[in-house]
């Protein structure tokens, strides 16, 4: 089983391929894409662009055979004079990514009707870092049968709300020319990438339409700027999301049942994002291809999406320990039974009390998005957001983490025990490693909620001591 793990972990990441992607064979009029020197590029936001690549993934059949292939029939920018490395690392990627652009296995028939998914995969480079693609896939224009294909955005940025908005401009044009998308992105590509908050403006000509300008605005609280909780709360009870909270804090196998690619692709994000501030460290796949079904039989943790018609493979698979979860009919197919008893019960009923006051008067994304988000930001807030107290630091500055203390500082013996399995993770280890490197606490969201928690501990006890 561990040369099995091994295995599925070295697939997971960016397969070494040979030679370069295939051109454009789409047989439409295309404005060659400007060829790319590397090192002339412009760097925003840290380094990063709004995005390395727009790709076309388009179904091929093969020789002699009736099922088809994915094949990149399209790419922007095409790149030359990189260096070898950068090469091979590009041919890893290009060769990776058709396989997750439809990942529903190579049968397939021509349609006049199909409706467009939006929907999204990471792949995990060998140091660790994630490239996210964004999808659209859709029917191209045209009359008469025909296969679908993918608009597929490739980022390091992971901002699903822009990039799904990006991907509706890149739909409104794919309907009139392949060309038209051209200046689009390459306005795109020379545009600073917005600090949370910001808007970049993009101005872009469309044939019969005359010049549009287009605002994308980067949502101000960027920990919620990668997640859309809508989906998750149309398919699961509070009660069940936070089973499903508790499963993943204690970094067990969890996989996500639907027949839609945008569903399971926004319920996996939204329950990942439910993590913050941590960060979930281990495989995870929204939308698993067909060809890596047996990443369910994987002895180390996990969150992946399978689509429904794949739900016997994975019932039949051996598998220990698992949550599967059928968002189809928002139940529970297995678990470890445990689930209701990892979390401390009073906290547990605080998260449930704040996720259900005032649900049915939130109007917006954004409104719902931090309703959801909150309560469980404070769960964390409550049981570990004294850390920084317990790091002892060096002359140099190098801190040391004082497990022990840390845990004994807690009153609460069911909040102590809960933290004890939980400092033991890969969530907490890799957290509490970057806050040992920083003299200071991070000025971000977290420890806004920690500071304010604190306030009001401060407050309440004084009123305690008068009422006595």
Known sequence: MDGLGRRLRASLRLKRGHGGPPQDNSGE??????????????????????????????????RSEDDYEPIITYQFPKR?????????????????IPLFCFPDGNEWASLTEYPRETFSFVL??????????????????????????????ISCIGCFGLFSKILDEVEKRHQISMAVIYPFMQGLREAAFPAPGKTVTLKSFIPDSGTEFISLTR???SHLEHVDFSSLLHCLSFEQILQIFASAVLERKIIFLAEGLSTLSQCIHAAAALLYPFS?????????????????????????????????????????????????????LMSVGDEKDILPPKLQDDILDSLGQGINELKTAEQINEHVSGPFVQFFVKTVGHYASYIKREANGQGHFQERSFCKALTSKTNRRFVKKFVKTQLFSLFIQEAEKSKNPPAGYFQQKILEYEEQKKQKKPREKTVK
């Open 29 to 62: 009029a295309l404005k060659e894409p400007e060829r790319v020197q590397e090192h002339s590029l412009p760097n925003f936001a840290g380094g990063q662009h709004f995005f390395e690549y727009l790709l076309v993934v388009s179904l091929k059949k093969k």
């Open 80 to 96: 030359e004079n990189l260096l070898r490395g950068q090469q091979e690392e590009e041919e890893r990627l290009l060769k990776a």
């Open 124 to 153: 995990t480079n060998v140091d660790g870092s994630r490239k996210i693609g964004y999808c659209r896939r859709l029917l191209p224009a045209g009359p008469g049968p025909r296969l679908p294909k993918v608009y597929c955005i």
């Open 219 to 221: 949502p101000l609280d």
């Open 280 to 332: 979930w460290a281990h495989t995870y796949i929204p939308v698993v291809p067909e060809s890596l079904l047996a990443t369910v039989c994987c002895p180390t943790p996990f969150m992946v999406g399978v689509q429904m018609r794949f739900q016997q493979e994975v019932m039949d698979s051996p598998m220990e320990e698992v949550l599967l979860v059928n968002l189809c009919e928002g139940t529970f």
